[in-house]
């Protein structure tokens, strides 16, 4: 079944058949607003924050560790506190969201790029280029994300391009299997055997035939992808491995304010930890749904 | 034979890279020494021969299973990960032990019962151990069960005795085991969740299954068609997983580690990292890549136990 | 309503426990969290603070230095020149190293001597040996030292080199030491365990010489992770903790089950100053295009950068009043500080005005770097000082790294503003003004920590003067001129004196140090 290209009156599109099925969960739906929300408050960060956490000459030291609902010296008020160089956390959040969204959204974005290419390459041609791949891939895999990336970010250094570096490192190889798996399956097809038959090239082959076909399990990787990405930017930031200081993503606001969180200063880890909470657990909602929606065979 | 050249490339890539981040002696060193200090210090440590010198010593020395001496600590590498590695092996298979003994009855419970309150709320909480980071969370339970209430001490390792003469453990003792739960939870939580999740998944397929409802049909209890035929059918991706999510947790238990000073080899892997200890991390990573060879043999191994249609030499995929 | 039953039950439980366990704690035993990892029980083969932490334990010194980092007698009761190169230590009869032998001028010789030669050593004491020449053996209670040229130094040099059993050690190996075998010293305790990134546990020794500590038995637990020490402390795991974070100071006063403790500490934290003649680094324009020349050359900008400093704030805000602003290099505690040299006022007008003066009068753009985890709220300091100078129109990113890839970056001038902290570890001017801003010279092993390459060759003729003075006053005098002039050329730039924190549990006391040691022997018992 080819998505999307034939629409037939008063028939379902299998497109409106995902977004009807996806939508009769209510649980699902909750998290795909909540989700809404946070992406919408990381895109418009700038706009709805009243501080820009990242101009140094916005903030004071003098203003620091100010507890929630404390007045601001520009007459509005810190609703969340601030943290320990002066900055206002409900801003820090928005910005950090932002940053941390980035991060997450880019780094899967090219793993994915380069693991559905690696591993729809490998599929279709097969043979020593295929037996290659995918030993790189199983010996990848057997290692634990954590500790690749640690490695690589103390070989490469740190900063955000590094620490996304590390990230699709770590990643492609999960769609590097996925794809080839359902390329495998979908190989044997008759619709490729047309194609081939055609004598279309190999790359109109693989990435008009074949690459459609195998999105949707790869939609789904991609979705806990996403959160898995955040929450392992977050841990590296923890270990002192991450991001620059003064651009803080969510997990590096939480690592600051980890060390107030004995001293009653609850707010300037609590509320991150809040933010990425929700936004990790409305992404795997999403993903949880989806799965069941467009793949209902494919259980993890 | 593949393992032996995983282990070459990542001993290579490991060396080339450390080196490249920086000269170790420019942090050892006293930094009142004068020039020919210096150069004897480098001499002393093999930092003066050109890189691929360097790499060829470590060679050497690994084909004798000499993986170098600690710039840091003066004694070798290899025998410093060895002394560290039975108190991570023990957080980890603390955790596992944790995450198999609850998540694998949760799992079950909320696959039979996909819509009832607890199997609701047990996949609601898995969720949440899947979401929310592990440093945090270790901290929650210090602050809790340390700080507030006193059950538990916050961290370290408690009294260890010797396995088998051999191997420090500190489960045999009440004071041991206190200072085990709370790192051995944390760890425990992702996989926790991850186990729910697969076992009902596993529940949820296997309760479609024609042998499953042919066994209801030939009118076998409940609990044995849940125990035999259900539980069977889904052990297998389950070993699956705790194979490869065991290497997870050595790896994961880097942050457990730092949060409640265990002193096990992930802490030992950061500390030389802050010190540029290379013989140390690249001892660490072969050690490493070594375990994991391991534990998927015998992940194999187990596979063919439980069922007799896969064969070791089968292969994957 | 089960729930609290079941609270409730446990609760019992844990008191009980709590209960059993109470004598235990009673007996003399103290337990210490400690900050960082000791690497090796070997009191010659690392020159690293950890170490040098727990080797005071176990060793004794020639000279020892008072919480104040006054040299007081140790193994040598007196010590004097008899002529213009050398000095003579007339060493305590009786003393007994911890098997029951004699220590004497020999074991010290040999310590001397051992070294330079301690195998695969990453950091050597050897900056305090090698400036002997010859070594005299007068009789077993004296010992005279030759120096090649006059030498003021020597007993603060000593008294950072631990004294090993010439019988035990001669042949040991550093694993030795590690193991036990060789850690035989003539200290206040004996070794007992050293469990590599874990504790380090040790002993009373009954026989020594001066005044028997008050602790059967003392661990040394490694928790490198601020909370956790913090919470260790809170649950009773630990009687004491060193490097109290600041965050958790008022938490900690607060609670009556606890004491502080707190001492101005001989580190200065510092920034250094790009002083090449290049296209430095991390300065551009305002637009991102580079500057031709490298503007913190023009001592105005120095300057101006000083006076944006609101060094008051960064003590009170982010160190929480754990902190003295400094405009020099020692505290008034120490030797050749400098009565009235203030640290610079805060004046982000005169900042700016001195900026455009210079030629910059919409600033420029620069990243600071810090390191991360070493000092005191290292990188908060850093990002304080960044706020205040984008303030004044230099807009400052951060980067901060681990000391390790951090130093080994700046000891090659790859950085253009940096902060680092230094501790005069012997007590007095000298050392920051030797390692920090005397010119710097491999060969003359002067200027070592340099990294902003700052020269005045009128500070080199003073230092160089001062490090041959065995007079003390004039000594004091020439350091003090040094620092002076170095310090009006903002050879470096000194932001603060950080305090070293304690905290310990209602019934013990700390004698804190300047020296930043945490010595189980100044942790006093309260009776009662």
Same mark, same amino acid.
């Given at each position: 079944?080819?998505?999307?290209?034939?629409?037939?009156?008063?028939?379902?599109?299998?497109?409106?058949?995902?977004?009807?099925?996806?939508?009769?969960?209510?649980?699902?739906?909750?998290?795909?607003?909540?989700?809404?929300?946070?992406?919408?408050?990381?895109?418009?960060?700038?706009?709805?924050?009243?501080?820009?956490?990242?101009?140094?000459?916005?903030?004071?030291?003098?203003?620091?560790?100010?507890?929630?609902?404390?007045?601001?010296?520009?007459?509005?008020?810190?609703?969340?506190?601030?943290?320990?160089?002066?900055?206002?956390?409900?801003?820090?959040?928005?910005?950090?969201?932002?940053?941390?969204?980035?991060?997450?959204?880019?780094?899967?974005?090219?793993?994915?790029?380069?693991?559905?290419?690696?591993?729809?390459?490998?599929?279709?041609?097969?043979?020593?280029?295929?037996?290659?791949?995918?030993?790189?891939?199983?010996?990848?895999?057997?290692?634990?994300?954590?500790?690749?990336?640690?490695?690589?970010?103390?070989?490469?250094?740190?900063?955000? =391009?590094?620490?996304?570096?590390?990230?699709?490192?770590?990643?492609?190889?999960?769609?590097?299997?996925?794809?080839?798996?359902?390329?495998?399956?979908?190989?044997?097809?008759?619709?490729?055997?047309?194609?081939?038959?055609?004598?279309?090239?190999?790359?109109?082959?693989?990435?008009?035939?074949?690459?459609?076909?195998?999105?949707?399990?790869?939609?789904?990787?991609?979705?806990?992808?996403?959160? =898995?990405? &955040?929450?392992?930017?977050?841990?590296?930031?923890?270990?002192?491995?991450?991001?620059?200081?003064?651009?803080?993503?969510?997990?590096?606001?939480?690592?600051?304010?980890?060390?107030?969180?004995?001293?009653?200063?609850?707010?300037?880890?609590?509320?991150? =930890?809040?933010?990425?909470?929700?936004? &990790?657990?409305?992404?795997?909602?999403?993903?949880?749904?989806?799965?069941?929606?467009?793949?209902?065979?494919?259980?993890? | 034979?593949?393992? @032996?050249?995983?282990?070459?490339?990542?001993?290579?890539?490991?060396?080339?890279?450390?080196?490249?981040?920086?000269?170790?002696? /420019?942090?050892?060193?006293?930094?009142?020494?004068?020039?020919?200090?210096?150069?004897?210090?480098?001499?002393?440590?093999?930092? /003066?021969?050109?890189?691929?010198?360097?790499?060829? @010593?470590?060679?050497?020395?690994?084909?004798?299973?000499?993986?170098?001496?600690?710039?840091?600590?003066?004694?070798?590498?290899?025998?410093?990960?060895?002394?560290?590695?039975?108190?991570?092996?023990?957080?980890?298979?603390?955790?596992?032990?944790?995450?198999?003994?609850?998540?694998?009855?949760?799992?079950?419970?909320?696959?039979?019962?996909?819509?009832?309150?607890?199997?609701?709320?047990?996949?609601?909480?898995?969720?949440?151990?899947?979401?929310?980071?592990?440093?945090?969370?270790?901290?929650?339970?210090?602050?809790?069960?340390?700080?507030?209430?006193?059950?538990?001490?916050?961290?370290?390792?408690?009294?260890?005795?010797?396995?088998?003469?051999?191997?420090?453990?500190?489960?045999?003792?009440?004071?041991?085991?206190?200072?085990?739960?709370?790192?051995?939870?944390?760890?425990?939580?992702?996989?926790?969740?991850?186990?729910?999740?697969?076992?009902?998944?596993?529940?949820?397929?296997?309760?479609?299954?024609?042998?499953?409802?042919?066994?209801?049909?030939?009118?076998?209890?409940?609990?044995?068609?849940?125990? @035999?035929?259900?539980?069977?059918?889904?052990?297998?991706?389950?070993?699956?997983?705790?194979?490869?999510?065991?290497?997870?947790?050595?790896?994961?238990?880097?942050?457990?580690?730092?949060?409640?000073?265990?002193?096990?080899?992930?802490?030992?892997?950061?500390?030389?990292?802050?010190?540029?200890?290379?013989?140390?991390?690249?001892?660490?990573?072969?050690?490493?890549?070594?375990?994991?060879?391991?534990?998927?043999?015998?992940? /194999?191994?187990?596979?063919?136990?439980?069922?007799?249609?896969?064969?070791?030499? /089968?292969?994957?995929? | 309503?089960?729930?609290?039953?079941?609270?409730?039950?446990?609760?019992?439980?844990?008191?009980?426990?709590?209960?059993?366990?109470?004598? #235990?704690?009673?007996?003399?035993?103290?337990?210490?969290?400690?900050?960082?990892?000791?690497?090796?029980?070997?009191?010659?083969?690392? *020159?690293?603070?950890? *170490?040098?932490?727990?080797?005071?334990?176990?060793?004794?010194?020639?000279?020892?230095?008072?919480?104040? $980092?006054? #040299?007081?007698? !140790?193994?040598?009761?007196?010590?004097?020149?008899?002529?213009?190169?050398?000095?003579?230590?007339?060493?305590?009869?009786?003393?007994?190293?911890?098997?029951?032998?004699?220590?004497?001028?020999?074991?010290?010789?040999? $310590?001397?001597?051992?070294?330079?030669?301690?195998?695969?050593?990453?950091?050597?004491?050897?900056?305090?040996?090698?400036?002997?020449?010859?070594?005299?053996? %007068?009789?077993? +209670?004296?010992?005279?030292?030759?120096?090649?040229?006059?030498?003021?130094?020597?007993?603060?040099?000593?008294?950072?080199?631990?004294?090993?059993?010439?019988?035990?050690?001669?042949?040991?190996?550093?694993?030795?030491?590690?193991?036990?075998?060789?850690?035989?010293?003539?200290?206040?305790?004996?070794?007992?365990?050293?469990?590599? !990134?874990?504790?380090?546990?040790?002993?009373?020794?009954?026989?020594?010489?001066?005044?028997?500590?008050?602790?059967?038995? %003392?661990?040394?637990?490694?928790?490198?992770?601020?909370?956790?020490?913090?919470?260790?402390?809170?649950?009773?795991?630990?009687?004491?903790?060193?490097?109290?974070?600041?965050?958790?100071?008022?938490?900690?006063?607060?609670?009556?089950?606890?004491?502080?403790?707190?001492?101005?500490?001989?580190?200065?934290?510092?920034?250094?100053?790009?002083?090449?003649?290049?296209?430095?680094?991390?300065?551009?324009?305002?637009?991102?295009?580079?500057?031709?020349?490298?503007?913190?050359?023009?001592?105005?900008?120095?300057?101006?950068?000083?006076?944006?400093?609101?060094?008051?704030?960064?003590?009170?805000?982010?160190?929480?009043?754990?902190?003295?602003?400094?405009?020099?290099? %020692?505290?008034?505690?120490?030797?050749?500080?400098?009565?009235?040299?203030?640290?610079?006022?805060?004046?982000?007008?005169?900042?700016?005005?001195?900026?455009?003066?210079?030629?910059?009068?919409?600033?420029?753009?620069?990243?600071?770097?810090?390191?991360?985890?070493? +000092?005191?709220?290292?990188?908060?300091?850093?990002?304080?000082?960044?706020?205040?100078?984008?303030? %004044?129109?230099?807009?400052?990113?951060?980067?901060?790294?681990?000391?390790?890839?951090?130093?080994?970056?700046?000891?090659?001038?790859?950085?253009?503003?940096?902060?680092?902290?230094?501790?005069? $570890?012997?007590?007095?001017?000298?050392?920051?003004?030797?390692?920090?801003?005397?010119?710097?010279?491999?060969?003359?092993?002067?200027?070592?920590?340099?990294?902003?390459?700052?020269?005045?060759?009128?500070?080199?003729?003073?230092?160089?003067?001062?490090?041959?003075?065995?007079?003390?006053?004039?000594?004091?005098?020439?350091?003090?001129?040094?620092?002076?002039?170095?310090?009006?050329?903002?050879?470096?730039?000194?932001?603060?004196?950080?305090?070293?924190?304690?905290?310990?549990?209602?019934?013990?006391?700390?004698?804190?140090?300047?020296?930043? +040691?945490?010595?189980?022997?100044?942790?006093?018992?309260?009776?009662?």
């Amino acid at each position: 079944m080819t998505p999307a290209n034939t629409v037939v009156r008063g028939v379902e599109t299998p497109f409106q058949r995902v977004v009807s099925d996806f939508l009769a969960n209510p649980v699902a739906v909750f998290g795909l607003g909540l989700l809404t929300l946070v992406v919408l408050a990381a895109v418009f960060a700038p706009v709805i924050s009243p501080q820009n956490p990242y101009d140094l000459a916005q903030l004071d030291v003098m203003d620091s560790r100010l507890p929630p609902g404390s007045p601001a010296p520009n007459g509005g008020r810190f609703w969340l506190g601030t943290d320990d160089q002066g900055r206002d956390m409900l801003s820090a959040i928005f910005y950090g969201l932002r940053i941390s969204l980035a991060v997450g959204v880019i780094s899967t974005v090219c793993a994915l790029i380069i693991g559905l290419t690696m591993g729809l390459t490998a599929a279709y041609f097969g043979g020593r280029f295929e037996t290659f791949v995918m030993r790189v891939v199983d010996i990848q895999l057997s290692f634990p994300a954590i500790l690749i990336a640690l490695i690589l970010i103390a070989v490469l250094g740190q900063g955000t =391009g590094k620490v996304i570096t590390a990230l699709v490192t770590v990643q492609w190889a999960y769609y590097a299997r996925t794809v080839r798996g359902a390329a495998l399956v979908e190989k044997r097809r008759e619709y490729m055997e047309a194609a081939r038959c055609l004598a279309l090239s190999p790359s109109r082959i693989v990435f008009r035939h074949l690459l459609p076909n195998c999105l949707p399990p790869m939609i789904v990787v991609a979705t806990v992808q996403v959160a =898995g990405a &955040i929450a392992l930017e977050a841990t590296l930031s923890f270990l002192g491995l991450g991001l620059p200081i003064t651009e803080p993503s969510l997990g590096l606001l939480i690592a600051n304010g980890y060390q107030y969180l004995l001293s009653g200063k609850y707010w300037i880890s609590f509320f991150p =930890g809040i933010a990425l909470l929700l936004t &990790i657990v409305s992404i795997n909602l999403v993903a949880d749904q989806l799965r069941d929606v467009l793949n209902p065979r494919l259980q993890r | 034979m593949q393992s @032996v050249v995983v282990l070459l490339v990542m001993s290579l890539l490991v060396f080339v890279g450390v080196y490249a981040v920086g000269n170790p002696i /420019d942090i050892l060193i006293n930094p009142q020494a004068d020039q020919a200090e210096r150069e004897q210090a480098i001499a002393t440590l093999g930092l /003066d021969k050109p890189l691929y010198a360097q790499y060829f @010593v470590f060679l050497g020395g690994a084909l004798h299973g000499d993986l170098g001496k600690s710039f840091v600590h003066a004694t070798s590498a290899l025998g410093l990960i060895l002394e560290r590695m039975p108190a991570t092996m023990e957080l980890a298979l603390s955790a596992m032990l944790i995450a198999v003994v609850l998540g694998i009855p949760l799992g079950l419970l909320a696959g039979l019962k996909p819509n009832g309150v607890a199997g609701r709320s047990i996949m609601a909480g898995s969720i949440l151990g899947f979401s929310l980071p592990t440093f945090w969370v270790g901290l929650m339970l210090i602050m809790v069960f340390a700080v507030d209430l006193h059950w538990l001490p916050s961290n370290g390792r408690g009294p260890t005795t010797l396995l088998f003469g051999l191997i420090p453990v500190s489960f045999t003792s009440w004071e041991g085991i206190k200072h085990l739960i709370l790192p051995a939870t944390n760890l425990a939580l992702f996989n926790l969740a991850l186990l729910i999740r697969l076992t009902r998944a596993g529940t949820h397929e296997a309760l479609l299954q024609d042998y499953v409802k042919f066994a209801r049909a030939k009118g076998l209890s409940n609990s044995r068609v849940i125990g @035999v035929h259900v539980l069977r059918n889904i052990l297998i991706p389950i070993v699956t997983v705790i194979g490869l999510q065991f290497g997870a947790l050595i790896g994961f238990a880097i942050v457990t580690e730092s949060v409640f000073a265990w002193p096990g080899m992930g802490k030992l892997l950061i500390d030389s990292i802050n010190f540029l200890d290379r013989p140390v991390i690249v001892a660490y990573l072969l050690v490493v890549v070594f375990l994991f060879i391991i534990i998927n043999l015998l992940v /194999d191994i187990l596979y063919s136990a439980l069922d007799p249609r896969v064969r070791i030499t /089968d292969s994957k995929g | 309503m089960r729930n609290s039953s079941l609270r409730r039950g446990l609760e019992g439980i844990a008191l009980s426990l709590a209960l059993t366990a109470a004598p #235990m704690a009673a007996a003399a035993d103290l337990k210490i969290a400690v900050a960082a990892d000791v690497t090796s029980i070997d009191p010659h083969f690392f *020159n690293l603070f950890p *170490n040098n932490n727990i080797a005071e334990h176990i060793f004794d010194k020639l000279v020892q230095m008072d919480p104040d $980092s006054k #040299m007081i007698p !140790g193994i040598a009761t007196s010590w004097k020149t008899i002529d213009a190169t050398t000095w003579e230590f007339k060493l305590r009869k009786g003393i007994k190293f911890h098997d029951g032998t004699e220590l004497t001028a020999e074991d010290v010789v040999f $310590s001397i001597d051992r070294v330079p030669l301690v195998p695969n050593s990453p950091g050597r004491f050897t900056a305090y040996t090698k400036a002997i020449i010859s070594k005299q053996i %007068v009789d077993p +209670y004296t010992l005279r030292l030759k120096y090649a040229a006059p030498y003021p130094l020597a007993p603060n040099d000593l008294s950072t080199i631990y004294i090993v059993s010439k019988k035990v050690a001669a042949n040991a190996t550093t694993e030795d030491f590690n193991s036990g075998k060789a850690a035989v010293g003539s200290g206040r305790f004996k070794f007992v365990r050293y469990v590599s !990134g874990d504790r380090v546990e040790l002993a009373r020794n009954d026989n020594y010489w001066g005044d028997k500590p008050g602790w059967d038995k %003392v661990t040394f637990k490694i928790i490198k992770s601020e909370p956790s020490r913090v919470a260790a402390l809170l649950s009773g795991d630990v009687d004491a903790i060193e490097g109290v974070p600041t965050a958790d100071l008022a938490r900690i006063k607060a609670d009556p089950k606890f004491n502080v403790t707190s001492k101005i500490s001989h580190r200065v934290i510092y920034f250094n100053f790009d002083h090449l003649d290049r296209v430095s680094p991390f300065i551009t324009a305002k637009d991102g295009k580079p500057l031709a020349k490298n503007p913190l050359l023009d001592i105005r900008v120095r300057r101006a950068i000083s006076k944006a400093i609101n060094r008051p704030a960064i003590a009170e805000r982010v160190m929480e009043g754990q902190a003295i602003p400094s405009g020099q290099l %020692v505290s008034d505690k120490l030797f050749g500080n400098v009565p009235g040299l203030k640290a610079e006022a805060f004046d982000p007008e005169g900042a700016k005005k001195l900026l455009a003066e210079a030629g910059y009068p919409d600033g420029f753009n620069m990243t600071i770097h810090g390191p991360s985890g070493r +000092y005191v709220n290292d990188e908060k300091i850093v990002q304080a000082v960044a706020q205040m100078l984008a303030r %004044v129109g230099i807009v400052s990113k951060v980067e901060t790294s681990p000391m390790g890839p951090y130093a080994a970056r700046a000891s090659k001038q790859e950085f253009s503003f940096e902060m680092v902290g230094w501790g005069a $570890s012997t007590g007095e001017a000298s050392s920051p003004l030797r390692s920090l801003l005397a010119t710097y010279n491999t060969d003359k092993g002067l200027g070592a920590v340099n990294w902003g390459r700052y020269s005045n060759p009128k500070v080199d003729y003073l230092i160089e003067q001062a490090l041959q003075q065995v007079d003390d006053d004039n000594r004091r005098i020439m350091l003090q001129r040094a620092t002076e002039l170095s310090m009006s050329d903002l050879g470096i730039m000194p932001i603060h004196f950080q305090y070293t924190i304690w905290a310990t549990a209602k019934a013990v006391t700390y004698v804190p140090r300047t020296d930043e +040691y945490t010595l189980a022997f100044q942790f006093k018992p309260i009776k009662g």
